[in-house]
């Protein structure tokens, strides 16, 4: 970005392009959900060869009259859940090429926080508006990308002239997958409910960085506090959960 900084002394610099790297992390928690869902897939694999039937997804996919029953676990365990071979490599390598990205940016705990409200957001939709079992973490998938486009946009001044490009590319990516979502036999309505969830946590509780000190000793500091954070996860529990519950009492689908 360029922009006039005062020097050490006070005297005024022309402005001229500052190259200041954003914190980064180790996407320790992309990493682990790859793990910890390829794991759950090999126990589907495992639990149909000994015991002829895909036990994990019995237990934990969603499916709307279980939840009306009272299993709400199936709001979330969907995303750890997968149809088959393409399906989960489908989403781990989306997952790993969003994901790794934006954790470094998001950091640990606010981009697990953003994968799991997207996920649950997701399935909250489906439950309201689908009536096929649904298994996969593309829920939280959309969430994230959805997330991308928002922290591009609010710190598009860090970006000059890339960040048209780069939102274009977010916009087309989420446009051509929900139209691909349009297949007989895939829930796209937990596509848009993940998509607008991360975009909701996103908006309120994403990182929104700006340059602080003098020149040349310029860093970044993230404007968000952690109460925007709870803001924009409360925002989100209060939306998709006032979704399940007139899905529960007010069921819009048989």
Do not use: C
């Not at 002829?52 to 199936?74: C, E, F």
């Not at 916009?171 to 929900?178: D, G, K, M, Q």
């Not at 340059?211 to 803001?231: A, C, F, K, S, T």
């Amino acid at each position: 970005m360029s922009a006039y900084q005062p020097d050490l002394y006070g005297e005024p610099v022309p402005p001229r392009p500052v190259n200041i790297s954003l914190p980064s992390v180790t996407p320790v928690v992309t990493y682990t959900i790859l793990a910890v869902t390829a794991l759950f897939y090999l126990l589907q694999m495992g639990s149909e060869v000994f015991w002829h039937t895909d036990l994990p997804l019995t237990l934990g996919a969603k499916v709307n009259s279980l939840i009306r029953a009272g299993q709400y676990w199936r709001l979330l365990t969907p995303m750890l859940l997968h149809g088959s071979l393409l399906h989960i490599g489908f989403n781990m390598y989306a997952l790993i090429v969003i994901g790794s990205g934006l954790e470094r940016r998001f950091g640990h705990w606010r981009f697990l926080l953003l994968y799991l409200l997207a996920g649950f957001a997701g399935n909250a939709f489906s439950f309201l508006f689908s009536t096929g079992y649904s298994v996969g973490a593309s829920t939280a998938i959309f969430g994230l990308l959805a997330a991308e486009g928002v922290f591009l946009y609010q710190n598009r001044s860090l970006f000059g002239g890339q960040v048209r490009q780069a939102l274009g590319n977010v916009i087309l990516v989420a446009a051509v997958n929900l139209m691909l979502g349009l297949q007989p036999g895939i829930d796209n309505w937990g596509h848009v409910g993940g998509l607008l969830g991360g975009l909701i946590f996103a908006w309120f509780g994403g990182p929104r960085w700006e340059v602080q000190g003098v020149y040349p000793l310029l860093h970044m500091d993230d404007r968000r506090e952690l109460r925007d954070v709870i803001l924009g996860a409360a925002i989100v529990l209060l939306i998709f959960g006032g979704l399940v519950m007139v899905g529960i009492f007010y069921p819009v689908t048989p």
